[in-house]
């Protein structure tokens, strides 16, 4: 694929589990949105900043395929699917350890001013989610 793509691996959590034993349904959510901001800190881009903003989350789907209980492995792989004027469109998948995919989604988040208030994309965020890299001058855009 040659959309700007992620890996992160993870763990299933204990506390990620209801009373069946399994991922409860929005805990994968949680684990798609830390590997979409180590994403975003790998490539420079701001994550959140109260003075500055961040990406809100204006829209998600997941399709479930099978189970994933306490200590299970996971990868969550995200993939840039779409850049708009102030949004991004990612696509995900989070396979257990055999490479099975577990779930499969989307989400759709849009870049905000400090006023919650959507704004452009900045030209360097831009570029490095085009392009799955970090610019060779970054500017310091925190955690």
């Not at 409860?24 to 798609?32: E, K, L, Q």
């Not at 350890?97 to 989307?106: Q, S, Y």
């Not at 452009?120 to 970054?138: M, N, V, W």
Request: neutral net charge; glycine residues 10%.
């Amino acid at each position: 694929m040659d959309s700007p793509h992620f890996r992160q691996a993870g763990e299933v959590a204990f506390g990620d589990t209801d009373a069946s034993g399994w991922m409860h349904f929005p805990n994968i959510f949680r684990h798609v949105e830390a590997a979409e901001h180590a994403f975003l800190r790998s490539l420079g881009v701001l994550v959140f900043a109260r003075d500055r903003g961040g990406w809100p989350r204006v829209r998600v789907e997941c399709d479930y395929k099978r189970p994933l209980r306490a200590g299970d492995r996971i990868t969550v792989e995200l993939v840039v699917a779409r850049i708009g004027a102030a949004s991004v469109s990612w696509k995900f998948d989070v396979r257990d350890a055999a490479g099975e995919v577990a779930a499969t989604g989307a989400m759709t988040t849009v870049r905000v001013g400090h006023d919650g208030r959507p704004c452009g994309i900045p030209a360097d965020e831009r570029a490095a989610l085009e392009t799955g890299s970090r610019p060779s001058t970054p500017a310091d855009h925190g955690a």
